[in-house]
């Protein structure tokens, strides 16, 4: 096809890199960097190089020094950040971009949304709804205990600055509970969370995600859902495409304040009984895809364009139709498994989607896509036989995957203090 492109996907650990292969799988030549010898995106069809690199988290360095050894080899027109490792290439976008298209934000600009205390400063700034939110101290435990004490509204959420996969997000429902989160923290230093702590209260209505691209500061395509059900995380395991313009013009208004260039999606809250919104976070990457793409929008299409300066500035904006259901069967066994540690009730979730029940009925797959991509059914008979035999193997399951492509508040201190001078030289 005179449009394909050769891409490059900085992880295929998570979800969100399987989605991105069925949205941009059969159009482009695409291969996969990554830390583990195994994972579900080695799993495609449309995967032609899977190249082993250093964990981005552990030795950013060396994870950048592999990137560029693969863009000289194989010559990539785009390289597609997927997941966290957004906040390590933006460190060297500039440098970057004179090598291969990629569509990245400012360093700045990432650390508004990557960072949860700075989200809720920006929402504060730009008038924007979100629930009542306080910002606590956690580098030391008096500040700590001060912060925490002064909380009055229950049920509430604390989330720490930083952390991926719904880790650093624990529920609160009542001081009780908070004083004893709070002694757990401060029992030594070692235990404290040494950043910054949102304090958040319960907000009313459905989870759902708005996500967006951005063409240097100009929306240009746009998607919403709600989730339907919940699982690993907070992910949604059955999504519903909706259109809800007022929260798209929020987040307009939010990628434009920041001149965002790239992809992002805005978690929020969505009461239907006033209409009323409330944005609980934001991520500077593309997330989930495969509902947009179903909706009429393929997201990932438009990040590639974006990425090669190929969207002209007269183009409408782009978004898809509301009431596409769909569903990700993979993570629905990993919380079955993780929820219940029962064996009959990860049975149960294999036999509703066989027959096309509950969350099941009407709904199309996000994952396993066996009509467009055959080997996309091998990781979910994997995890569905290994959960059979043990549940309780779904916790490492999930930590050992998320460790391939997260980022905690070490990982991302660590991304921040990288000398400028070291990083340009990979690129020179």
Known sequence: MSDSRRILLTEGSSTSARQTLHCLGGRHTIDVMDSAALSQGR???????????????????????????????????????????????????????????????????????????????????LGLPQPHTRIVDGTSAQSLQKGCSAQSEFPCFLKTAHGTAGRGVVA????????????????????????????????????SILQAIFDRGRMVAWHDAMGQRRGVGGAPIVRVSTHRENVADDVRKLGESLDWHGALFAEYFYDQT???????????????????MLAGVNLCEFLVKVSLNEIPDSAPVASGVAGVRSHQFLTALLDQAMQTGSRAAVWQEITNRIRHKDGYRDSQPEMMRLKQDLLSGIPPLAVA?????????????????????????????????LPSQELSAIFE
């Open 274 to 292: 006033t209409g009323h919104h409330q944005f609980i976070e934001a991520n500077p990457r593309i997330g989930e895809t495969v509902n947009a």
């Open 172 to 207: 609160i429902h009542d001081s009780a509970e908070m004083r004893e989160w709070v002694k757990e923290q401060t029992a030594s230093d070692a235990s404290l969370p040494n950043q910054e702590i949102v304090l958040q209260s319960a907000a009313p209505g459905e989870l």
């Open 385 to 417: 036989m290994e959960l059979l035999l043990s549940p309780k193997r779904s916790h490492k399951m999930v930590r050992s995957t998320v460790a391939n492509y997260g980022m905690n508040a070490d990982a991302v201190a660590k991304i921040a203090s």
């Open 43 to 125: 799993f495609s069809t449309f995967v032609r190089h899977w190249h082993r690199c250093p964990l981005s988290s552990a030795d950013p360095i060396a994870y950048l020094r592999r990137l560029k050894e693969l863009i000289d080899e194989h010559h990539y027109d785009v390289v597609v950040a997927t997941h966290e490792q957004a906040y390590l290439l933006s460190r060297v976008r500039d440098q970057l971009q004179n090598h291969v298209g990629v569509a990245l934000p400012t360093f700045d600009a990432i650390d508004r949304l990557q960072d949860k205390a700075n989200f809720a400063r920006a929402m504060e700034e």
